[in-house]
């Protein structure tokens, strides 16, 4: 007598650079996969956007790709978004603008405006995010000054995900959790802003819908049904951004159980029961559901910093990270008093400036390249340290750690990790992070588990990197250190930028 199989849900997560769709069943087990990706343009210095349409082809791709391996039907899809996108529809839905990400910095002096303003503070501490370039609402003001044409054309501003929902369901709405990364929804009331809309110069009437997480769209649209292989009465969950999705994914669900993700670029977030920033701005608040939200911060400089390293400092490692690695740990703790603020593509948490610029400070005749490797993943580390603290100082408690990401499969750097936070590490076996989040948010949407605090138990452990005493002390006195570099470089960041049109580095 065979046994019933168990319900599948595919976790779709929209990505800066590609679109993975992940099958899991209720116990977690992954199914199938596949990821589908798409270009980054970068036409003018500071600008980093997407044509949405090539999004949407390789959801399409990644859905009916998987669709097309399993044995068994699927209840529903489930999606998480990289956050902060921004792009503009006509009255029928169409892109009048490329999607605008959040590695877009071309807001800057709109963001540096807004945050400086009497009621900047208060602005980041009722809709949660951060005023920085990477978020809509500087976005949104840009394009008001800089296009006023094209922004009076505009009839409707969304996210990515936004545009593909109503590609896939014929639905315009948008998520809390995507709302919240956006500067423009008031936490507590789950509104749109009045005041941010007044900066930005929009009305509600051109953003979406506001809904939960959970909210079940009835189904999929003909073209999206044949395209992906599913029934049209297929069940679609909107789903969340992928930051309060990681923690999911890693099982950081439980009070003072923080989550850290290190690819390209990097954040921290302790999961809360209720939404709150703290007073000096050094965090964002995402929301997840109702009861459920992220308070962290998120770096621009991970991976990318080992990779600088590589075609700068040791160009005929080629891209052989083991050996840059093991080049870096030839070096003592503490890279013998060398510090680098790792700032390549300025930063965001805890400062939120897009002013910064990456340094070395304390170089000396005694440093050799493996101090200069060694220092640069350090900084990154150092950088996350400053996270770590600011969640602290919003009142959250922090006993262990969870983190995923390409830099997880270091020893090294697992190990440094560990001892410049000083809290124990511990590395998830298996989980694709915010995909799996995505299916668990859809189980829960969907009543296949009872909550999506299942995924404590879901997780399993691989390794824990505790802090070695000795190292966790020097990187205890040299934090203060790398703190106050910061502050003293402004002066030095801000000349930088007003040469640089004259100063192109090639």
């Known amino acids: 007598m065979g046994y019933p199989l168990r319900p599948v849900v595919i976790g779709v997560d929209i990505g800066t650079t590609s679109t993975k769709a992940i099958a899991y069943d209720v116990d977690g087990v992954r199914l199938a996969h596949h990821s589908a990706g798409y270009p980054l343009d970068e036409p003018h210095p500071g600008y980093a956007e997407q044509d949405a349409r090539h999004i949407h082809a390789a959801v399409l791709e990644a859905i009916g790709t998987v669709v097309a391996e399993l044995d068994r039907p699927v209840a529903g899809l489930s999606f998480g978004t990289a956050m902060h996108s921004l792009m503009g529809l006509d009255p029928d839905g169409r892109p009048l603008t490329p999607s605008v990400t959040w590695a877009d910095s071309r807001a800057s002096r709109q963001a540096e405006r807004l945050r400086a303003a009497p009621s900047g503070l208060a602005l980041h501490r009722r809709t949660g995010t951060p005023v920085h370039p990477m978020a809509p609402l500087p976005k949104l003001l840009w394009f008001a000054e800089q296009e006023p044409v094209l922004f009076g054309r505009v009839a409707y501003w969304v996210g990515v995900k936004d545009w593909v929902l109503l590609r896939l369901c014929d639905t315009l709405v948008t998520d809390h959790s995507v709302a919240s990364a956006t500067g423009l929804m ?7 802003d009045s005041e941010a809309l007044g900066i930005a110069e929009i009305t509600a009437e051109q953003l979406p819908q506001l809904v939960p997480t959970t909210t079940v769209l009835p189904g ?23 930051g309060p999705l990681a923690n999911l994914g890693l099982g950081a669900v439980a009070p003072g159980v923080m989550a850290c993700s290190i690819g390209t670029s990097g954040a921290m977030r302790v999961m809360v029961e209720h939404p709150g920033v703290d007073p000096l701005g050094g965090v964002f608040c995402y929301a997840l559901t109702e009861d459920r939200w992220v308070v962290g911060g998120a770096i621009n400089n991970g ?3 080992l990779d600088w390293v590589g075609e700068a400092l040791a160009p005929e490692l080629g891209e052989d990270a083991e050996e840059l690695l093991a080049l870096a740990a030839r070096a003592p703790v503490g890279s013998g008093g060398l510090i680098m603020l790792p700032y390549l593509l300025s930063e965001r948490a805890p400062h939120w400036s897009a002013l910064p610029r990456g340094a070395y400070v304390g170089l000396t005749n005694g440093h050799r390249r493996a101090h200069l490797v060694r220092a640069a993943l350090e900084g990154v580390c150092q950088q996350l340290a400053l996270v770590l603290a600011s969640v602290r100082a919003a009142g959250n408690e922090v006993r ?12 090294l750097w697992r190990q440094m990790l560990a001892d410049v936070l000083g809290v124990p590490v511990r590395f998830p076996a298996g989980h694709e992070g915010s995909g799996f989040g995505a299916a668990l948010l859809g189980m829960q ?8 605090d299942v995924a404590a138990d879901l997780v399993r452990i691989e390794q824990t990197a505790y802090p070695d005493p000795a190292a966790a002390a020097t990187y205890a006195a040299l934090l203060p250190l790398f703190n106050e570099l910061y502050d003293a470089l402004v002066p030095t960041f801000t000349s930088l930028r007003r040469l640089a049109p004259g100063l192109p580095p090639q």
Do not use: H, K
Not at 186 to 192: E, G, V
Not at 220 to 240: C, I, K, M, Q, S
């Open 220 to 242: 999929l649209t003909a073209e999206a049904a044949a395209a992906t292989g599913l029934p049209r009465d297929t069940r679609v969950v909107v789903g969340a951004g992928d």
């Open 303 to 305: 991976g990318i910093v």
């Open 400 to 411: 262990e750690i969870r983190a995923g990401g390409g830099f997880s499969r270091s020893p």
């Open 186 to 192: 008031d936490l507590r009331q789950l509104s749109w």
């Open 445 to 452: 949407a969907l009543g296949l588990i009872p909550s999506v």
